[in-house]
């Protein structure tokens, strides 16, 4: 597990600063997070903490098969090239003596891995926090990434981060609160989004259930940040795969469809697959700054 000194994590219940109770005495347990007002959070068995507090989120968490099959894919390396290409995007941008990364909506984690093993190659010194909805997932990412503070909480709810206190937001495939980012973000901060576009999967869309890419939906992100954001850049990254039928079932499984769809069923329907089905990912990869004058 992580150490916390370096992060401004706030209480989700009352919003005082947290600290770890190594900190905070011997008469408090280790491996937990409390504020001065007594509320402590024990770390989970695997590592993450559990930050959904009084009625917990209305938002339905991704489940454990959910989450099992979106790392059994991602751990098969066909997104890596995304991955590499958002630590490209993040990596030059940070601070060397001290950043602070906040991934919300981490999910497995794999793609925090390659950006903190790039921060790590270019010698920059970061602390990482991980957020996500869903604690199967977060049970993963803490094994994948145990130097990071993972965080099981919803992203509709204020962060229980600091203002000012993070200096590059990453948003993979998730939920998005621009005033929430804008207010943790530290002047100047970036926040980099990554989407699906209009094609993405369509080869295999139809047949597996999958959802697909409402027109016009990058115009809308854009127009959602403008608020608190301006762009910076816009990179398209396009994935060729060649995938086997039971990758196919996990690249269904493991995304929003995953909720309504019956896994056996769905193996079922697409025994007749190829051993190889063509198919191309296609990705956009929008990276905003801060706007405005520092608070």
């Not at 995304?82 to 030059?92: I, K, Q």
């Not at 990058?218 to 060649?242: N, W």
Request: charged fraction near 20%.
């Amino acid at each position: 597990m992580p150490s916390t000194p370096d992060l401004a994590l706030r209480c989700p219940v009352c919003r005082s600063p947290l600290s770890s109770a190594a900190d905070a005495g011997p008469a408090v347990p280790g491996k937990a997070l409390v504020c001065a007002a007594g509320h402590s959070f024990d770390a989970a068995k695997q590592g993450y903490f559990n930050f959904l507090v009084g009625k917990g989120t209305a938002f339905e968490a991704d489940t454990a098969e959910m989450v099992a099959a979106r790392f059994s894919f991602l751990d098969s390396g066909h997104y890596r090239p995304l991955a590499d290409a958002v630590a490209a995007a993040v990596v030059p941008s940070l601070p060397r003596d001290a950043a602070t990364i906040l991934d919300s909506g981490t999910g497995t984690g794999h793609y925090l891995r390659v950006l903190l093993d790039a921060a790590a190659a270019s010698t920059a010194r970061v602390t990482a926090i991980g957020l996500d909805i869903s604690k199967f997932a977060l049970r993963r990412a803490a094994r994948l990434n145990p130097e990071a503070t993972n965080l099981v909480c919803d992203v509709w709810q204020p962060l229980p981060v600091a203002d000012d206190a993070v200096d590059v937001i990453t948003v993979i495939f998730a939920p998005r609160n621009p005033p929430e980012f804008a207010r943790v973000l530290r002047p100047g901060g970036l926040l980099v989004v990554v989407t699906p576009r209009t094609g993405h999967l369509a080869a295999i869309a139809g047949q597996t259930g999958m959802l697909g890419i409402e027109e016009g939906k990058d115009g809308r992100l854009v127009d959602a940040m403008s608020g608190q954001f301006s762009v910076e850049s816009i990179h398209d990254v396009d994935l060729p795969l060649v995938l086997a039928p039971h990758e196919v079932v996990d690249l269904a499984y493991m995304g929003p469809a995953g909720h309504h769809l019956d896994r056996t069923a769905l193996a079922a329907r697409l025994t007749g697959l190829p051993p190889g089905t063509t198919v191309e990912a296609r990705f956009r990869l929008t990276v905003f700054r801060l706007a405005g004058p520092p608070r």
